[in-house]
């Protein structure tokens, strides 16, 4: 069984500040991990995924994220917010095992704020 | 090449009547997932399908729910006799085999 924990349901930074979302997983195989951004009544885009390859992943708007497989973590950063950034992020996980299309399991996301 | 097409954007319905949800993949992909998004919560799976199959329904309430994917056409999820905890977003994912899942934006269920 895999799961996702995003602690905290929200941030605020002030913008140029640097943004730093947790995300923490659970699986009992090699995983695939991802960062989502979800705006306001719109659909999920994907900003930066994790496919056993490099640990440090960089993603689309200037995310970047790091696979710590000790620590269990996949936590995402960004050196400096902008207004831009305010919307809510997902963390997902994706078992490798059971077929390169198996369902994700999401974290309960985490709302950004950006303060002027 | 469009993205994920889902239809209606908005949808309202009264408790006992029925909820029709589509979902376009985009063009060349195969694999059509659904999730649900409650109020205040992250994306629960519901159910995974292939053209013309169910891969995976684990995530589908055991009633009322019911999901296809045909040969031709979208795929549809379809709620029976809607009642107002069916008050969800409800997201549609495709991808081609071993990629990533892309999403459409949603149908936002209103049950009154």
């Known amino acids: 069984a895999q799961s996702v924990t995003q602690l905290g349901s929200h941030v605020s930074v002030s913008e140029g500040a640097l943004v730093l979302l947790r995300c923490n997983y659970s699986s009992s195989v090699p995983p695939y991990l991802f960062w989502y951004v979800q705006y306001p009544n719109q659909g999920l885009q994907l900003l930066l995924k994790?496919?056993?390859?490099?640990?440090l992943v960089k993603g689309i708007n200037g995310f970047e994220a790091e696979f710590k497989k000790s620590e269990t973590s996949f936590h995402l950063t960004k050196p400096s917010a902008h207004m831009s950034d305010a919307a809510e992020y997902f963390c997902a996980v994706r078992s490798l095992s059971t077929g390169a299309n198996s369902k994700l399991t999401f974290g309960k996301g985490i709302t950004l704020s950006v303060r002027p | 090449n469009a993205g994920v097409m889902q239809n209606p954007r908005h949808l309202v319905r009264r408790r006992g009547q029925e909820a029709r949800l589509r979902c376009s993949p985009m063009k060349g992909h195969s694999h059509v997932y659904w999730y649900r998004q409650l109020p205040e919560e992250g994306l629960k799976f519901m159910v995974y399908l292939q053209k013309e199959n169910i891969i995976d329904e684990s995530g589908m309430p055991k009633e009322r729910f019911s999901a296809e994917f045909p040969k031709e056409g979208p795929s549809i999820l379809r709620i029976q006799q809607v009642v107002r905890g069916d008050s969800a977003a409800y997201f549609c994912?495709?991808?081609?085999?071993?990629?990533?899942?892309?999403f459409g934006p949603g149908t936002r269920l209103t049950v009154l």
């Open positions: 994790y496919t056993s390859a490099a640990t």
């Open positions: 994912a495709s991808s081609p085999p071993t990629e990533e899942q892309f």
